[in-house]
């Protein structure tokens, strides 16, 4: 059997992206953050989004170029801090914002893409990060329902691909990359670079081409790249 070609451009890939969308956005600050993937989606220009990601980036990066736009309605997020225009727009209502605990929102994509429908933890009972939430006795404990999180679409930065779809990360770009491949239904990766399928040792491969539909070749990074350049 012979594997499916998954490369296509950026501008291909990214017209999967509908309006109303829940999309997923890899990265840690800069490592990891599908910047270009992220220009294309502006220029794309899907509306009424919910955007997952760990943060909102600074002023003038990622995904503040989509709040600009007023491409997003909601924001699933661990913090807003590095980032005085996502706060402006959350204070005067234009967005609506969701905060979680880092390890909580990693957890909740993991349940995701396990298959699971949630899980139970004790991280912020009795705070504003409970409000609304399910709560629960077991075992002579109080626990929180924390839902699982998946969305239609997770766009994602790569070190290295090959044409089926096999991504491999460096150091900190390993954050939630491998945790939102699995819980999309449509998995956009750009990589800095593609090789023919074979070309990266099975060790090296941190997400199966199984969880991935599209891979896009980075051409020179831009500035917004500048803390991984290697």
Not at 81 to 101: C, K, P, R, T, Y
Not at 122 to 136: N, S
Not at 186 to 191: D, F, K, L, T
Request: charged share 20%.
């Amino acid at each position: 059997m012979k594997l499916p070609d998954k490369q296509s451009s950026i501008e291909e890939a990214i017209i999967h992206v509908k309006d109303g969308d829940t999309v997923m956005l890899g990265g840690f600050g800069v490592p990891g953050t599908p910047f270009a993937l992220i220009r294309a989606l502006v220029q794309h220009g899907a509306r009424n989004l919910t955007i997952v990601k760990n943060d909102a980036n600074e002023p003038n990066m990622g995904v503040d170029h989509l709040l600009q736009s007023g491409l997003v309605a909601r924001l699933i997020t661990t913090h807003l801090g590095l980032n005085a225009h996502a706060i402006g727009l959350m204070n005067s209502g234009q967005i609506d914002v969701e905060f979680n605990a880092q390890g909580i929102l990693a957890e909740r994509i993991r349940a995701g893409g396990a298959g699971l429908g949630g899980f139970l933890s004790d991280i912020g009972i009795g705070t504003e990060l409970a409000e609304g939430k399910q709560v629960i006795e077991q075992g002579g404990k109080t626990y929180l329902v924390e839902p699982a999180l998946r969305a239609d679409v997770a766009l994602l930065h790569a070190d290295r691909a090959d044409s089926f779809g096999n991504l491999a990360y460096v150091a900190t770009a390993r954050n939630f990359n491998p945790l939102m491949a699995m819980a999309a239904d449509c998995v956009i990766a750009e990589a800095e670079a593609v090789f023919p399928l074979g070309g990266l040792a099975a060790d090296d491969i941190h997400t199966s081409g199984v969880f991935v539909d599209h891979v896009a070749k980075l051409g020179a990074l831009s500035k917004e790249y500048a803390v991984v350049q290697r």
